[in-house]
């Protein structure tokens, strides 16, 4: 497979990732030197995202609240972000294809910024499809970005380190990720919940303006996410892109002959899938096992965020000395089995476990991401729109999830969804393993 190359002179050739030694590896640099600045900015954009992506699982909490709705209809949150990523994803490709990464980026960022500023007159509505509409634009926007920035930083320095620095890049997103419990518990959460038995002794006038208040709480910090996303691409403008060169050699047939790829976009749906269950119903799932109160269930998610932020980072060291494959695959082993136990245990036990599943999710989305566009050559955007539009998998999964709650009243049968879904990312990981040996004769 061809390696996909960038152009700087500092550029070190190297063979792929599975031919190079250890030695070789550790001596090699991470990003090039002529790509640092524009690495950096791409990084801060794994940041914002996650914002996005986790501030879903704060709205799903509180639209509850709001909104009156079920645990199942508030999952529509996900169905309604995920569908933007799978719909757009493609169309993300075919404009790359003409305007480029720093174009696609641009486009991105815009799209990110307005359906946030949605949130203002969505907030005064108080109607839950005008939410869902502001969500699938900013998760259009998110489908550019992420189309652009993920096969952007495998071209940033050797081919050889290219999921090292994928990790390193979506560790970034992690941190993200790990800051938007805290902060958008804070600024969305008010602490005040009502029971069923509550709201039905208070007059109408009371639900109403408890629900209105609930509702307008969404508008700030979703007016400053909008500018200072606005901010970031001003900087994208300011910032010089270094050229890059997806050679056409090994490029013949269509994306469909790719095995690994193929294989990739199914890890990658059912992977976002599992993450994106676990993480929308986690603040339901620590409050249904231990009747703790809203801010502090959101506060233990962040916790566990900050360990799929620890897990980027310690993946990407790992690297160093085991193969991602087989680091993929051990992980994927280890999460399913501590989604068996917060299936089967109860009260801190199920909810400590089910944390900790973060650790070992947090390898999964760049790893796979590396290994489906490995080769592709001038072929990397269409094959980065298709791991893209598997994200789609965060849409269908999690209304699933919430329908098992809602029916057997807890959570915990629901889990049985990513349990499942990590077995087929460890699935991956063995078939990853088995063309990277076939690779080397």
């Known amino acids: 497979m061809a390696p996909i190359t960038i152009g700087l002179s500092e550029q070190e050739e190297s063979g792929?990732?599975?031919?190079?030694?250890?030695?070789?590896?550790?001596?090699?640099?991470?990003?090039?030197?002529?790509?640092?600045?524009?690495?950096?900015?791409?990084?801060?954009?794994?940041?914002?995202?996650?914002?996005?992506?986790?501030?879903?699982?704060?709205?799903?909490?509180?639209?509850?609240?709001?909104?009156?709705?079920?645990?199942?209809?508030?999952?529509?949150?996900?169905?309604?972000?995920?569908?933007?990523?799978?719909?757009?994803?493609?169309?993300?490709?075919?404009?790359?294809?003409?305007?480029?990464?720093?174009?696609?980026?641009?486009?991105?960022?815009?799209?990110?910024?307005?359906?946030?500023?949605?949130?203002?007159?969505?907030?005064?509505?108080?109607?839950?499809?005008?939410?869902?509409?502001?969500l699938y634009i900013i998760a259009a926007g998110l489908a550019f970005l992420e189309t652009a920035a993920n096969p952007l930083i495998t071209v940033m320095g050797p081919a050889s380190t290219a999921a090292r620095r994928l990790n390193l890049a979506q560790s970034f997103n992690g941190l993200?990720?790990?800051?938007?419990?805290?902060?958008?518990?804070?600024?969305?959460?008010?602490?005040?919940?009502?029971?069923?038995?509550?709201?039905?002794?208070?007059?109408?006038?009371?639900?109403?303006?408890?629900?209105?208040?609930?509702?307008?709480?969404?508008?700030?910090?979703?007016?400053?996410?909008?500018?200072?996303?606005?901010?970031?691409?001003?900087?994208?403008?300011?910032?010089?892109?270094?050229a890059v060169d997806e050679p056409a050699q090994g490029d013949g047939g269509s994306l469909a002959a790719a095995p690994l790829l193929r294989k990739a976009v199914i890890a990658q749906f059912f992977y976002v899938g599992a993450q994106v269950s676990i993480w929308s119903y986690f603040i339901n799932f620590a409050q249904d096992a231990t009747r703790i109160g809203e801010m502090q269930a959101a506060h233990l998610l962040g916790y566990s965020l900050m360990a799929f932020m620890a897990g980027r980072f310690a993946g990407t060291a790992l690297m160093k000395r085991v193969a991602p494959v087989r680091l993929l695959t051990l992980f994927a082993v280890i999460a399913?089995?501590?989604?068996?136990?917060?299936?089967?245990?109860?009260?801190?036990?199920?909810?400590?476990?089910?944390?900790?599943?973060?650790?070992f999710m947090s390898i999964m989305f760049p790893t796979i991401f590396a290994l489906g566009v490995s080769g592709l050559g001038s072929k990397t955007k269409l094959g980065s729109s298709l791991l893209i539009m598997a994200i789609i998998g965060g849409a269908v999964f999690p209304p699933l999830v919430g329908l098992i709650g809602d029916h057997l009243h807890s959570l915990k049968t629901g889990m049985v969804v990513p349990l499942a879904s990590f077995l087929v990312v460890a699935w991956f990981g063995t078939q990853a393993a088995r063309a990277v040996a076939q690779e080397r004769g």
């Open 176 to 242: 993200g990720a790990f800051v938007a419990p805290f902060v958008g518990g804070a600024l969305i959460f008010s602490g005040v919940e009502r029971t069923p038995a509550q709201l039905a002794a208070m007059a109408p006038a009371q639900v109403a303006a408890y629900r209105t208040q609930e509702a307008l709480a969404v508008q700030l910090p979703y007016l400053g996410l909008g500018l200072l996303v606005l901010f970031l691409a001003l900087v994208v403008r300011l910032t010089r892109f270094p």
């Open 336 to 359: 399913a089995g501590l989604c068996a136990v917060a299936i089967m245990a109860s009260g801190w036990t199920a909810v400590i476990a089910l944390g900790l599943s973060s650790f």
């Open 16 to 134: 792929p990732a599975d031919r190079a030694s250890a030695d070789t590896q550790r001596a090699l640099p991470l990003v090039a030197r002529g790509a640092r600045v524009a690495f950096a900015v791409v990084c801060s954009m794994f940041f914002l995202w996650a914002l996005a992506n986790n501030f879903n699982d704060i709205l799903i909490k509180q639209f509850q609240k709001a909104l009156d709705l079920t645990r199942m209809q508030s999952g529509l949150v996900q169905t309604a972000f995920y569908f933007g990523y799978f719909t757009f994803a493609l169309p993300a490709g075919w404009v790359m294809n003409r305007v480029g990464y720093r174009n696609g980026l641009l486009i991105g960022l815009v799209l990110y910024a307005l359906g946030a500023l949605l949130f203002w007159p969505a907030a005064h509505v108080q109607a839950f499809g005008f939410f869902l509409g502001a």
